[in-house]
């Protein structure tokens, strides 16, 4: 569950200690809401957003930091990360995702549905013990708002081959991008540093998102991948047109319009098709020079933050989730 926290076994043991304590909170007489939770945390085990949370925590005066404070604002990014997924499921009403079965699939949209309000209800119980009083009680409802325009964004504009990669990024910044952003900069204020690291953590985590994000979809479409058990297949046919599609199409759109026109009608023959396009018609290498060009700015703010042993893991960190092998 937390291999990519393996060499960094500071975070590692604290992040046990999380999610112990998030197991704790999600304690339910329910089985069925308590499998459901059981089988979304081992399905999304990375944690990524409490360990860059407690990362950049160590940015800061650690005599001034409150170790149970920290561990609990870490246990509320993870929930409401969780909690997202589940609902996207739902949403997307898919029964795969990841060639697995999805959770709204296996136990139902109604224990789903519960589950996932559950771990919004103790994400904000969370919130109010460890947080009511400051200014970020009001950001992390800005970040849940901004989470929720992307998801109707993207919503909005299933379908659309006429989407630009704009406002695609703008869907990004609040569906993904934001509780990246959110981890980063609570890291940094909760941790006691200064105004201008957590400014610059709040840019970190919001450009570690948009590429983090862009790698994602591009690997949708890698050609190495077996492209049968990738989300792209769900994707294209539920209309979700990402980087690679989008700049693929808007060079050569006669090549695509016959596939896309017909929407959730389209065989899985034909997104196969789609895909090969995708990599003929250079939407590969467009997407992944955008996803430079956001890993470039992450990059460079991190070299920004002050000199430690701290930020030399915040840079290879960022890198591991970055490079994605190309």
């Known amino acids: 569950m937390l291999d990519l926290w393996n060499h960094y076994p500071i975070i590692a043991r604290k992040l046990e200690t999380v999610n112990s ?7 339910t007489q329910n089985n069925s809401v308590q499998d459901l939770l059981a089988a979304c ?5 990375k944690l990524l957003r409490p360990g860059l949370f407690l990362l950049f925590s160590q940015l800061g005066d650690r005599q001034q930091q409150d170790e149970q404070q ?4 870490a246990a509320s990014l993870e929930l409401l990360h969780r909690a997202s997924l589940i609902h996207d499921d739902i949403i997307d009403d898919s029964p795969l995702r990841h060639g697995t079965i999805t959770i709204q699939a296996k136990y139902g949209k109604d224990v789903a549905v519960y589950a996932g309000d559950l771990l919004f209800t103790v994400f904000f119980q969370i919130l109010i013990e460890t947080m009511n009083g400051t200014p970020y009680m009001e950001y992390n409802a800005a970040s849940m708002k901004n989470l929720l325009l992307g998801e109707l964004s993207q919503m909005h504009a299933r379908f659309d081959k006429a989407q630009t990669i704009g406002e695609y990024l703008e869907n990004i910044k609040g569906k993904t991008a934001a509780l990246f952003k959110l981890a980063c900069t609570e890291g940094a204020h909760f941790g ?14 919001e450009n570690i998102g948009i590429s983090f994000q862009i790698f994602d979809d591009i690997l949708d479409y890698d050609s190495t991948a077996k492209i049968l058990k990738k989300p792209v297949l769900e994707d294209i046919g539920q209309g979700v047109y990402t980087s690679p599609l989008l700049f693929a199409v808007a060079e050569h759109p006669e090549k695509f319009t016959p596939y896309l026109d017909k929407k959730q009608n389209i065989t899985p023959q034909e997104i196969k098709k789609v895909a090969k396009l995708v990599r003929n018609y250079g939407g590969l290498a467009q997407a992944k020079q955008l996803a430079r060009t956001y890993t470039e700015k992450a990059l460079s703010d991190i070299d920004q933050l002050p000199h430690s042993e701290t930020t030399s893991k ?4 960022a890198l591991v989730l970055l490079k994605r092998n190309f």
């Open 41 to 45: 945390a081992q399905e999304q085990g």
């Open 192 to 205: 006691h540093a200064d105004k201008n690291t957590v400014a610059l953590a709040a840019r970190i985590g």
């Open 314 to 317: 915040i840079r290879k960190i």
């Open 70 to 73: 920290l561990f609990k604002i």
């Open 21 to 27: 304590l998030i197991n704790q909170r999600l304690a």
